[in-house]
């Protein structure tokens, strides 16, 4: 006969708990640089079919230039905050930060995170001031909306836990709470890792190249 301990397995370990990295983007940057790659695309194409001379190569070089700028300052930008690091995605450098590394985050009249000594500015983040002064007026206005405290509790805790920060302030506030969670973690340990978008700065200094090129030989 097998005894009970026999029976009994080892219980096994709960697996840890993951979470999906946060997010943030520029809508607006990046519905303004779809419009512009568009517009720019149509005219570009149209000059190269139905032009004559040099000008569908000055059209092909002005492409080739310009569209990788329009996406590194529009499109590319993201930043990305998960348990072990902020990875910071700006127009011509991709930034790795171990939230250890991470000394402070800050949004003036820009978004910064500063890490390793030095300051990397957050182009996902845009900081916008009439959102923010938006924003001071929703928090004056809802301090004087009941200056006698007639308000019920419910409703008073409900105003409390609404965010009405500015988008930026908000993202800010956000990672500065993520950097404080996760600096301890054994994964979060490391310096800071950066590195340059070659696939953005390649083809823009080849169109400009291309562009002064056909432009000297006129």
């Known amino acids: 006969?097998?005894?009970?301990?026999?029976?009994?397995?080892?219980?096994?370990?709960?697996?840890?708990?993951?979470?999906?990295?946060?997010?943030?983007?520029s809508t607006g940057?990046?519905?303004?640089?779809?419009l512009l790659l568009a517009v720019g695309g149509w005219l570009g194409i149209d000059a190269m079919i139905r032009g004559?001379?040099?000008?569908?190569?000055?059209?092909?070089?002005?492409?080739?230039?310009?569209?990788?700028v329009v996406i590194a300052f529009t499109v590319?930008?993201?930043?990305?905050?998960?348990?072990?690091?902020?990875?910071?995605?700006?127009?011509?450098?991709t930034i790795t930060l171990p939230w250890a590394s991470v000394e402070g985050l800050?949004?003036?009249?820009?978004?910064?995170?500063?890490?390793?000594?030095?300051?990397?500015?957050?182009?996902?983040?845009?900081?916008?001031?009439?959102?923010?002064?938006?924003?001071a007026r929703q928090q004056a206005r809802a301090a004087s909306e009941d200056p006698f405290g007639s308000t019920s509790a419910h409703v008073a805790a409900g105003r409390a836990e609404e965010?009405?920060?500015?988008?930026?302030?908000?993202?800010?506030?956000?990672?500065?709470?993520?950097?404080?969670?996760?600096?301890?973690r054994e994964g979060a340990q490391g310096a800071p890792e950066v590195r340059w978008a070659f696939e953005v700065i390649a083809p823009t200094v080849a169109g400009a190249v291309l562009l002064g090129v056909m432009l000297a030989i006129g």
């Open 1 to 25: 006969m097998t005894s009970p301990d026999d029976d009994a397995a080892p219980a096994a370990s709960p697996a840890p708990e993951t979470y999906p990295d946060r997010v943030y983007r």
């Open 29 to 34: 940057g990046i519905a303004g640089g779809v």
């Open 52 to 68: 004559e001379g040099r000008i569908p190569w000055l059209a092909l070089a002005g492409l080739l230039c310009a569209v990788p």
């Open 76 to 93: 590319r930008p993201a930043v990305y905050a998960g348990q072990d690091r902020l990875l910071v995605r700006n127009p011509f450098r």
């Open 106 to 135: 800050r949004a003036g009249y820009t978004s910064e995170v500063l890490a390793g000594g030095a300051t990397y500015q957050l182009w996902a983040i845009p900081v916008s001031l009439r959102q923010r002064k938006r924003a």
């Open 163 to 184: 965010d009405r920060r500015a988008p930026s302030d908000a993202a800010i506030g956000d990672l500065r709470e993520m950097a404080e969670t996760n600096a301890q």
